[in-house]
């Protein structure tokens, strides 16, 4: 770590404060699926804090090799994780950003830079309360940090991953809080207690080609293609639930790669992708598509992709206390919901109850994705009200 990227982080009474660990993790170029130093600085930081700190590359047969964080503090249960990603996506064109991008630049109250509200700021607050609230009690409890180096890349060598790496040590979570940027414009809007799943589609109608003049002599996929997608956008998947809008299937592309005028092609793809919620699994839902698709007596390829399925956390104890935590702090009372994409909740939710709440969503992914320096704050004082509510003795 270089003497600039840890200036002002040597001390827990240093790190108490958010914002120099904030513009330490976004100054590192972490774009999925180069670290970059971001989890160097955040090791540095959490062994400050007396984190036991373990360091989990992973890589599989034709993926990009990726880093992970596991830190720990206390042994004993029940373990309250805080679970995050420091890799961001990229930039885009630098010439469209106001300021660069990985400079974590202060102006009026604002900082700015890839990863400030998606979401590095968060896990600087959440160091932030740990070193205000100190370690748990001998026997009482432990506080963990799971982040992961590909959440917004294809998510297999992150979270799932060090999911098994725990397992297989034999390690417990009892419950985790999610860093994801929840709220649409102010801090203590929305808690996620959920997310709908996601299923991706590729659906492929092929014919003959030929001469526009001769069309006898071809075979037009093209009206095909268009009774298929008149079935699908005719679906209605269901009416919602009590925690989730109703399921949707948008189109995303329809590629038929012909630049000619006098040319019937040969084939036509379209691409949809259907957010779902828990009335559906993502096998369901394809075999609810399928049917559509064989009731025109059209015939067409169909590939699908889950990269993830719906779940809720039905409100408890953890919903409850991101809640009272957001009321003592803003004044506010939070709506739970299960808007949005998606994200590693929906690896988590296998091994505990889960909620996600964080920064201002609205810049992020976005040029100059910012975040107000008071919301990093803000948000540092409702997670340090979550640790102190969660660990409370009756």
Known sequence: MSEASTEGLASAEALAHPLALARALIRCESVTPVDGGALDVLQGALQTLGFACHRLPFEEPGTAPVDNLYARLGEGAPNFCFAGHTDVVPTGDCAEWTREPFAAEI??????GRGASDMKGAIAAFVAAVARFGAVGAGAGSISLLITGDEEGPAVNGTRKVLDWLAERGETLDVCLVGEPTNPETVGEMVKIGRRGSLSGTLRV?????HVAYPLLADNPLPRLVTLLDALLALELDQGTDHFQPSRLELTSIDVGNEATNVIPGAAVARFNV???????????ERTIRASLDATGEPYQLATEVSGEAFVTPPGRLSTII????AAVTGMTPTLSTTGGTSDARFIKDHCPVAEFGLIGRTMHRTDECVPVEAVERLADIYLGVLERYFAKP
């Open 275 to 285: 957010r779902f919620n828990d009335r559906h699994t993502g096998a369901s839902l």
């Open 206 to 210: 092929t014919g003959r080609q030929g």
């Open 323 to 326: 809640a009272e935590s957001v």
């Open 107 to 112: 102006e009026d109250g604002v900082l700015y």
